[in-house]
Antibody
């Protein structure tokens, strides 16, 4: 069974750094892109980027280029999304998704709250 | 960047009725179109990919059609659990984009 399990909710202050994770199991981790999606409370879905664990190819949406960094650790089949300096506007739910037939499996989401 | 436009924003229907949701792309995306359902407090769930292929475990009452720039998601006989948000998503080329969503309500 394909499973993507994300790390727990985070509460951070503006300017702090953060790395959230997406543990993938039940399939060949290096054969699929991983997508990251943001959902601001009460709003729609937005693509942050996609990442290919096999060769670390990373593609960012123009709106998020330079704002976040995607990575992965193949040895533990885990993908990451990180920020070096959070802003209040980063407050949102973040989802990872396996990009097989489109986004065919999703994590449960990680709620990130940034508040002073 | 390809803009995906969904209509209507909100669709009010009754259980047992048919619902038709639309999605338009600002340029051709061939058949690289997916539909997702999102219930409150849950992650999105893939319903349709390749514009018309049902994902694993999706009931036959969900069907997708279209190609190029015009796409439709049809739910043939609405069940109570179908009242949710629906998003289209193109994956023809990067950057991918979502439509703004259609809320299906009673």
């Amino acid at each position: 069974e394909v499973q993507l399990v994300q790390s727990g909710a985070e509460v951070k202050k503006p300017g702090e750094s953060l790395k959230i994770s997406c543990k993938c199991s039940g399939y060949s981790f290096t054969n699929y892109w991983i997508g990251w999606v943001r959902q601001v409370p009460g709003k729609g879905l937005e693509w942050l980027g996609i990442f290919y664990p096999s060769d670390s190819d990373a593609r960012y949406s123009p709106s998020f280029q330079g704002q976040v960094t995607m990575s992965a650790d193949r040895s533990i089949t885990t993908a990451y999304l990180q920020w070096s300096s959070l802003k209040a506007s980063d407050t949102a739910m973040y989802y990872c998704a396996r990009m097989g037939s489109a986004g065919d499996s999703w994590g449960q989401g990680t709620l990130v709250t940034v508040s002073s | 960047e390809i803009v995906m436009t969904q209509s209507p924003a909100t669709l009010s229907v009754s259980p047992g009725e048919r619902a038709t949701l639309s999605c338009r792309a600002s340029q051709s995306i061939t058949s690289s179109l997916a539909w997702y359902q999102q219930r409150p407090g849950q992650a999105p769930r893939l319903l349709i990919y390749g514009a018309s292929i049902r994902a694993t475990g999706i009931p036959a009452r969900f069907s997708g059609s279209g190609s190029g720039t015009e796409f439709t998601l049809t739910i043939s006989s609405l069940q109570s659990e179908d009242f949710a948000l629906y998003y289209c998503h193109h994956y023809n080329n990067w950057p991918y984009t979502f439509g703004q969503g259609t809320k299906l309500e009673i």
